[in-house]
């Protein structure tokens, strides 16, 4: 195993982009039909903000790049660039809850622990600013992996404003 991490740059965006689609197009199959996947693209992807904010972490495999993912101290629980209804406003670490957002991992490198990896930074680095707690909008592809890292079920959800309904699931962890 020869996973490394750094924090993201702009620089990494149109190679973070790529890996990005083809986890939607690709990990996404299992759960989803070809009109609900088209529509995940509208409703979830690569946040700009969290880039800027220095809280998306790159995951590297021998130098290759095998996943993404990162934290936020911001209000929007989930969505990428494209996304409507996203809200930059601060949460309150006493009382909200960090976000964790844009968990992908490249199709070549799935199970390898990318995701646990990546999660595990995110609630490091939300404890260390003093949140108590993470949540996230879970993807049914996602599901599997918060549930081994302990989030648990708080809601479901349809999210049908890329066109097809897409459900998720939103999921919380006490830090
Ligand atoms: C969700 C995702 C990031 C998981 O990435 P990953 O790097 O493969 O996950 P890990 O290797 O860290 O998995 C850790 C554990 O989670 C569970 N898990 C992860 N993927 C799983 C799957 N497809 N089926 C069953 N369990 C799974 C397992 O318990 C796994 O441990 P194990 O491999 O030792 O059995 C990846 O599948 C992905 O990019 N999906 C498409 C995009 C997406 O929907 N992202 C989530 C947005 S909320």
Same mark, same amino acid.
């Given at each position: 195993?020869?996973?490394? +991490?750094?924090?993201? !740059? ?10 990005? #689609? ?9 759960? /989803?039909?070809?009109a ?7 409703? *979830?992807?690569?946040?700009?903000? /969290? ?8 995951? #590297? =495999? ?10 936020? *101290? ?6 990428? =660039? ?5 809200s930059?406003? /601060? ?11 844009? *968990?992908? !991992? +490249?199709p070549?490198?799935?199970? $390898? ?5 990546? /999660? ?6 939300a404890?260390? +600013?003093?949140?108590?707690?993470? #949540?996230? *909008?879970?993807?049914?592809?996602? #599901? @599997? ?13 349809? =999210?049908?404003?890329g ?9 919380? $962890? @006490?830090?």
């Open positions: 195993m020869q996973l490394t +991490h750094r924090i993201a !740059t702009t620089d990494d965006i149109p190679a973070l982009a790529r890996l990005v #689609e083809a986890a939607i197009a690709e990990l996404q199959r299992p759960f /989803l039909d070809a609900q996947i088209e529509s995940s693209r509208t409703i *979830m992807g690569l946040d700009r903000q /969290l880039i800027e904010d220095g809280t998306y972490f790159v995951v #590297e =495999d021998a130098g290759n790049l095998a996943g993404c993912g990162g934290w936020s *101290m911001r209000a929007t629980l989930y969505g990428g =660039d494209q996304s409507p209804g996203r930059a406003a /601060l949460l309150d670490p006493t009382r909200d809850p960090a976000r964790v957002r844009a *968990m992908y !991992t +490249h070549d490198h799935v199970r $390898k622990g990318v995701g646990r990896l990546i /999660l595990a930074l995110c609630e490091a680095a404890r260390a +600013h003093d949140f108590r707690a993470v #949540e996230l *909008m879970a993807t049914m592809s996602g #599901e @599997p992996l918060y549930r081994a890292c302990g989030y648990v079920p708080c809601e479901r959800v349809v =999210d049908d404003r066109g097809a309904p897409v459900p998720l699931l939103r999921m919380r $962890k @006490p830090l």
